[in-house]
């Protein structure tokens, strides 16, 4: 991942909102309590936690990331926006709240376009299902299968995606069609099946990955 965004993570931000669409979205639409405790696995930049930082300055918030030198780029950005994020470096899926420091579960684990670049995404959920504590959600927004594009521009972007190490989770998507809209499941699929939009509880996610 350090090879990936040694240079990236300067332009990072400024490139991604083409093309990364659902994030704000999602953030909006979390109702969080003052003494919530949220996690973003695969922080990047630290943005999406920033902005939640300016929206409740009453909630903790964490960030976990694999890449060393985007941590970097992420604690520049929340010194600078003068915002309390408490940052981790570790694999999604070795998630636990012990590497940050404490002891007690988190309320919201997001992945904002993080699981098409975790090669074990079943055991990236299976982590946060575990790290979340029962009431709480699992927020994900990341690329769809593509399948209303028009087939030569979604095959160039899934060519152009691959150069940076991101991969559409097509049985993902599949599995969550499947067992969404329940009433611990929610998935909202945007335009031309480009991103989708999943909140979901621990045991949700439990019994999707199980399912899977």
């Known amino acids: 991942m350090d090879g990936v965004y040694r240079y990236q993570r300067h332009v990072y931000d400024l490139t991604r909102k083409y093309f990364l669409f659902g994030r704000d979205r999602m953030l909006k639409e979390m ?7 949220v996690l973003e696995i695969g ?25 060393d030198a985007m941590l970097e780029t992420a604690a520049q950005s929340v010194a600078r926006s003068r915002v309390r994020v408490v940052l981790a470096q570790g694999y999604a899926e070795h998630l636990s709240p012990d590497l940050f420091g404490v002891r007690e579960k988190f309320d919201v684990a997001i992945f904002s376009y993080s699981l098409s670049m975790i090669p074990d995404w079943r055991g990236a959920l299976v982590a946060a299902a575990s790290a ?18 028009w087939s030569p521009l979604a095959l160039a972007l899934r060519a152009w995606l691959n150069w940076f190490h991101v991969s559409p989770r097509d049985e993902l998507l599949r599995i969550l069609e499947r067992a969404a809209n329940n009433r611990e499941c929610s998935l909202r699929i945007l335009p031309f099946r480009y991103a989708f939009i999943l909140s979901a509880s621990p045991s949700a996610i439990r019994a999707i990955v199980a399912g899977g």
């Open 31 to 37: 109702r969080l309590e003052p003494d919530a405790r």
């Open 43 to 67: 922080c990047g930049t630290a943005r999406n936690l920033i902005k939640l930082a300016r929206a409740h300055p009453k909630v903790s918030l964490y960030g976990l990331d694999a890449s």
């Open 132 to 149: 979340v504590k029962e009431g709480g959600s699992i927020r994900i927004v990341d690329f769809g299968d593509l399948r209303s594009l």
